[in-house]
């Protein structure tokens, strides 16, 4: 199992992306929040990846955390009718902390939204999920990691919610924060996120 790409960015779209690794080049399917975080082409990234193979494909999904990557995976194995390109979509449109916020609250409004899924769809994505979220089994080796992300998710979802509570739609909240991590950098602070959303 492929568990992470890391080498020289050569292409990069919203969906797609393409690193080089020892004259190889892998095309690597992403997510709009993954896109948001890559380098300059030439520059080194690495992604955290899950690959899957079908009779007639083999593709390769990749994500800036292992949290990302994990939660993708949960989607397509728990919830029927999430394949990978709905899993993709969805994880697009919301950030990993707004989709498990909207999975713990029920929201099926915020999850609906998601292009390719409906009520139905949003609604079985919380009766699949709601105890699976927020509770990702990383492997020890990657604890010193998982540490890390797990701060830039909960200050990210703390500043979220600040924005909700001032009147912001959920996904024009998401997005601000989102903004605001790409300007300020993951070590942001909750506050901090707040003011550069807000300014």
Known sequence: MITSVQGTLTFASTLKAIIEINGLGYEVNIPLTTSEKLPALGSTVKLHTLVIYREDSQNMYGFSSTQDRDFFRLMIEHVSGV?????????????????????????????AKCPGIG??????LIIELKTKVGGISTDSAFATEASAEGNVVNHQRDAISALIALGYKAQDADQSVRQAILLLGPKATTEALIKKALG
């Open 119 to 124: 009520r139905k769809t949003a609604e079985r």
């Open 83 to 111: 394949g990978p390109k709905v899993a993709l979509s969805i994880m697009s449109r919301l950030s990993l902390p707004l989709l498990e916020n909207a999975i713990r609250l029920g929201d099926v409004a915020t999850l």
